[in-house]
Each structure stands twice: as C-alpha cells, then as structure tokens.
C-alpha cells in the first residue's frame, strides 16, 4: 500500500507541472547517469549503456529547454494598447489575426450592465501580469466592481505566477491550472456575493467558480460550474498557501477539499451566467443562472447547505482546467 501512495503522489505531482520542465529533468538524470554510471546509490546502469544514456540525456535537455523557450516567447503574448480617445483599441492576440475592439466613453455604473465576450473562436493568451491589481484597503460591503476604469481595485493572485488582467472592461483570468483572485476582507462574515462570467468556448474544459469566505490561504468555500459537462459543485478547502496542489508527501502545503452538494442544472456553455452566494451564519445558498438577467428573489438556489469550517473571509473568482473566464458586475452587500 505504501508503494501504492507514493506512486499516486508521484502522479499527483506531475499532472500540473510543464512538459519542458520534465524533459529538462529527464535529461539532467540521463546525463549523470551517464557520467557516473549510477544514481542516489538505487539506479545503475551497465558502461555499454552509459554513452546511449547520454545522447539521451542530451535530447531531452535540449527538447526541454526548445519548449521552455517557445512557450515564453514574445510573440505569444497579447499586448494591449489603450487611450482616453475615442481611438480604437487593438488586441494582437496569439494569432495573425487582430481584433479591433471600438474604446467608447465609460458607461454609468449599473449592475446590469451587458456583458460582452470575444469570438470564440480566438484565445487571447496573457501574460502572468499585476500591473491591473492594487492593494488599496476595500471598505466593508456594499461593494461594486465593473473594471471599466481598467483596475482591478484591491485585489490578490494567491498564485502571483498566474496570469489576470482587464481586458474591455472584464476582468481575465486564466488557469494554467488554477487562479484564485480575491477580494475584500477576512473580517466579511455574512453578504450575499453575485457575479457574472462567461468562459470562453474551446479553451478548455470550462472549469469556473467564485471563492467565499477565504482566509489564510486556501481555507474557503468554492460554487464551482464545469460548463462543457454540465454540473456544480460546492466545495469546501482547507489547507496551507499552496492553492494549486492537493496536500501530498510533494506538496505538504497543499490544499485539502470535501465536496458538499453537488447538481447538473442545465448549462448553456455559449452564453453568459448569473452566480450568487447567499450567506448568513452557518447556512450557504448558491444560485446559477444562464443568460444576461440577473439573479432576483424569484429564482430559487440550487444548493442549501449548513457549515460550520469558515464563518469569515473574503470573496474571490476561480479558473482551472485551463480555462479562460471574463468576470464582470461583481457585488457583494452585507445580509441583516
């Protein structure tokens, strides 16, 4: 059972980490097998085969680092070039095509205000960035968010690697696996927190959610909606700093999560959704809501769950499964 355990976590490990770093890693061992015939005193290997471990060794590191070197290259990521004229504003994307999104003045805030995805059919790739995040103190609900100023206004990467900005207004985030963005206080206890996403079709599994009641890490509830197969989930975390790794011998500041409730509403992945978390004490109400019109009191949750683990935290948004979700019109106000 043991040898069992450690080949799972081995697993575990190595589902999230990049395919350049472990030919890199691969070719580093072939290389010292290589020139010292053994390794750690467990893995030898007989002098007829030392050369071919070599050559070996030598392809991998060099594939390895050929990956490393073309997934950062320049050319690969979006730039964003943004006035305060009525110009227009071009986003290169990836591809050889450019998307040419009109820069009209800034809308009156509304919480219905429309929220509008690119084609689907183009992925913009962005760059591990925090120049849209500040750290200013944000006060206790009501708060509003719609980015339209290009700020995202007090709010946290737990994962700094991870990439998120402001793209026409929305807030991005991609999970390559996982992103966590958080905001407000530690101190929040019970609010009622909405928001409206849209993952944008064929980039991944569409795997979304939003965040309540984190603090200290990865200790938070998360409404998770897996949009392409068609069902939600509540989930609550515990666990260390680590929000990208479940707890294991590899990762013991990962996180550990128990499913709570779980539901197959009906999911319309082409089309923008409604999500709202209703808390007060120990009682969770979670909402799902496809299309543009908001949650109101007439819909009804499709979880109610009573838990105890976390009574305070701040809100936040979620995206793995490499995934690329827009978040807009973000409101939390405080619950009697």
């Known amino acids: 059972m043991g040898a069992w355990k450690d080949l799972l976590d081995i697993l575990s490990a190595l589902e999230n980490t990049p395919t350049a770093?472990?030919?890199i890693v691969?070719?580093?061992v072939f290389i010292l097998l290589a020139l010292a015939g053994k390794l750690a005193g467990q893995i030898e290997i007989p002098?007829?085969?030392q050369v071919f471990a070599g050559v070996l060794g030598t392809l991998f590191l060099v594939l390895g680092l050929f990956l490393a070197v073309l997934q950062n290259r320049p050319d690969n990521n979006i730039t964003v070039s943004a006035t305060t004229t009525t110009l227009p504003l071009s986003i290169t994307a990836s591809s050889t095509e450019t998307i040419t999104i009109p820069n009209t003045p800034e809308p009156t805030v509304t919480p219905v205000a429309s929220l509008t995805p690119p084609t689907p059919v183009s992925t913009i790739t962005l760059t591990p960035s925090t120049s849209a995040l500040t750290s200013n103190k944000i006060p206790d609900p009501p708060f509003y968010e719609n980015f339209n100023d290009g700020i995202a206004d007090g709010w946290i990467n737990l994962e700094s690697r991870r990439a998120s900005d402001i793209v026409d207004?929305?807030?991005v985030l991609v999970g390559e696996p996982t992103l966590i963005s958080v905001v407000g206080d530690e101190s929040w206890q019970n609010y009622t927190f909405t928001v409206k996403a849209q993952t944008l079709s064929g980039r991944g599994?569409?795997?979304?959610g939003v965040v309540f009641r984190q603090s200290n890490g990865c200790n938070l509830y998360l409404f998770q909606v897996f949009a392409k197969d068609n069902y939600v989930v509540l989930r609550k975390y515990t666990g260390g700093d680590d929000c990208t790794h479940q707890k294991s011998s590899f990762f013991p500041n990962g996180y550990e999560f128990k499913t709570l409730r779980e539901a197959k509403p009906v999911i319309n992945p082409n089309s923008a959704h409604f999500l709202r978390i209703e808390i007060n004490g120990t009682t969770i109400k979670c909402y799902f809501k496809n299309g543009d019109a908001p949650i109101t009191s007439s819909d009804l949750p499709i979880f109610i769950e009573q838990d105890a683990s976390h009574l305070k935290g701040?809100?936040?948004l979620r995206v793995g499964g490499n995934s690329q979700t827009f978040f807009d019109d973000i409101e939390v106000t405080a619950n009697p």
């Open 47 to 49: 002098p007829s085969r």
């Open 205 to 208: 599994d569409e795997d979304y």
């Open 26 to 28: 691969a070719g580093l």
């Open 169 to 171: 207004g929305q807030y």
């Open 314 to 316: 701040r809100v936040g």
């Open 21 to 23: 770093t472990l030919m």
